[in-house]
């Protein structure tokens, strides 16, 4: 049974940061492309970062600058590290595990306000 479980999310004021952590298990990691997507209230699902299985990264715009993804094959994580937060960063944040199967994790909420 394959799982995803993040946590890390908050609420933070605006300038701060936060880092996100997606346990994974039920998944040969180490062959599975990682990502990080985000879900606003009204808005679609969209891209925040990924990472290939050679490490390999790629930031939506928005985020880039501010936004690092890393992964952990030993240890079956994920990670976001989110610096420099804005109001506009505001969502749900979805942990996403890729390779023939698209598998997701229930999400954790991250609230940028002041």
């Known amino acids: 049974q394959v799982q995803l479980v993040e946590s890390g999310g908050g609420l933070v004021q605006p300038g701060g940061s936060l880092r996100l952590s997606c346990a994974a298990s039920g998944i040969a990691f180490s062959i599975y492309a990682m990502g990080w997507y985000r879900q606003a209230p009204g808005k679609q699902r969209e891209l925040v970062a990924t990472?290939?299985?050679?490490?390999?990264?790629n930031y939506a715009d928005s985020v880039k600058g501010r936004f690092t993804i890393s992964r952990d094959n030993a240890k079956k994580m994920v990670y976001l590290q989110m610096n420099s937060l804005k109001p506009e960063d505001t969502a749900v944040y979805y942990c996403n595990a890729r390779r023939k199967n698209d598998y997701w994790g229930q999400g954790t909420q991250v609230t940028v306000s002041s």
């Open positions: 990472i290939t299985t050679g490490g390999m990264t």
